[in-house]
């Protein structure tokens, strides 16, 4: 028994005191975090905007008469198609390699193109989202704004989309956690976060078991708060309702 | 219905079962086959084989043990885990004995002598080894992760403070970066950095190398048995002049005195 406590000691010793390996985890979470937070930032903001596209197209484009207004929207409907069809048809570490080898061929700055790269992937997948949100919206809602005198952009804007963000909050946040571990294909392009991290002390100390383990529980520790925090979220918003 | 698909299910396992009943106990090797000429891929015979200096020696090593050698072809990275886990029997991906490494696993004798290299694009400021560890210079310096390389430059530099290493998965990944000019160099085994500057226009090798060191295999530390064998073939195989021959084959000796 001391035997198996000492092996574990000098396997903990080997793998995050010696040369300070700690380090690499330490400096590689915040790295994840900081992609993670600004790619969900885009993503949500991209996604909001394809799914007001979308849902507008959806719901207003058979009943609109020809015209420019109509040409415009399907247009734009048709690009948003594409455009989740293309990122949710495709893995997000190959997406993640042509924007770093390819379109962003001469930035130095790989941070950056990890979190354009996993901020536009994110935003297909919370326009789906949003969108279901917007289509959950009782349609009397956009009927009373219309009837009382709003336009269309601001009915949806300052009625529908406040209502339908606040429906789909918990799922949104539920992205940042699938984000949060999506990240860990950064090191493809020789991004330092935390997988990383344990990569790097596991080809310097060539044993897996620490690093790996380590790695987990920080990832894990990292899900199980940010869940409780969407738990405590999701019982204010409840409240509010009544 | 179901009886006909047992039988067929009991077939199949009979003669699954004599196709392998006279076929040679399996050896696993773990390699990363993207590192010329060690290990890569070539069609041979319409067959995606893995072959190199590695692949030869490892096959002529289990043919010398009376087993039926199989290559598992993996991240580099991965290849000393799954020798601990027991999941291949031995990992031959051009790896250099260090201290560290040993704590983990075996090694056996040296097959080969590498040389870590230095590419930059033709013109660089870079002009020795020496450069990468100048004051204040703060070169970014491309590696393959978990390499040699990567660790030299990792202590000699990152740890100093003197600069950054981006680490790729692959060496390709990280020859396609410095093309892009995202880092200042690579350092790399000399053998696959010939090949990548042969295959890339605009690159040059440095005379000065960055590191010589010895190749081994790496066997896990409870299978003591195995490293016995595979040392007894390789000693055998240098006798008989087998391995010099495999080596002068993928580096013909003139190429090696330069």
Known sequence: ?242 | MKKIIALVLIMMFCVSGLAFADAKPELHMGTNANFPPYEYHEYIDDVDTIVGIDAEIAAAVAEYLGYELVIDDMEFGAIITAVQTGKIDFGMAGMTVTEERLESVNFSTTYATGIQAIIVPEGSEITSADDLTAEGKNYIIGVQEATTGDLYCTWDIEDEGLGTVDRYKNGADAVQALLTGKVDCVVIDNEPAKAFVAANEGLVILETAYAVEDYAIAIAKDNTELLDKVNEALAALTEDGTIPAIIEKYIPAEEAAE
């Open chain 1, 1 to 242: 028994m001391t035997e198996w406590f000492d092996s574990i000691k000098a396997q903990f010793i080997l793998n995050f005191i010696e040369k300070n390996r700690w380090r690499y985890l330490w400096t590689g979470l915040f790295t994840t975090l900081r992609i993670t937070f600004f790619a969900v930032v885009i993503g949500i903001a991209l996604g909001t905007i394809i799914a007001i596209v979308r849902s507008t197209a959806d719901r207003n484009l058979s009943d609109m008469h020809p015209g420019p207004g109509r040409s415009i929207l399907k247009f734009v409907d048709g690009f948003c198609r594409l455009y989740l069809t293309v990122i949710r048809g495709t893995p997000v570490v190959i997406q993640l390699m042509i924007f770093y080898y390819v379109i962003f061929a001469s930035s130095r700055n790989s941070e950056l193109i990890a979190i354009i790269s996993f901020g536009l992937n994110s935003a297909a997948y919370v326009a789906e989202v949003v969108r279901g949100g917007i289509m959950s919206v009782d349609i009397g809602q956009t009927e009373a704004g219309r009837s009382l005198g709003f336009n269309y952009v601001q009915t949806m804007w300052l009625i529908v989309v406040p209502q339908a963000l606040k429906n789909v909050l918990p799922a949104l946040a539920n992205e940042f956690i699938v984000l949060l571990k999506e990240t860990s294909v950064a090191g493809y392009v020789a991004i330092k976060d935390l997988t990383k991290g344990g990569d790097i002390i596991r080809g310097a100390t060539y044993s897996p078991f620490m690093p790996l383990i380590a790695v987990a529980l920080i990832y894990l520790i990292l899900v199980v708060f940010f869940s409780w925090l969407v738990g405590k979220l999701e019982r204010r918003l409840r409240n509010s309702d009544h």
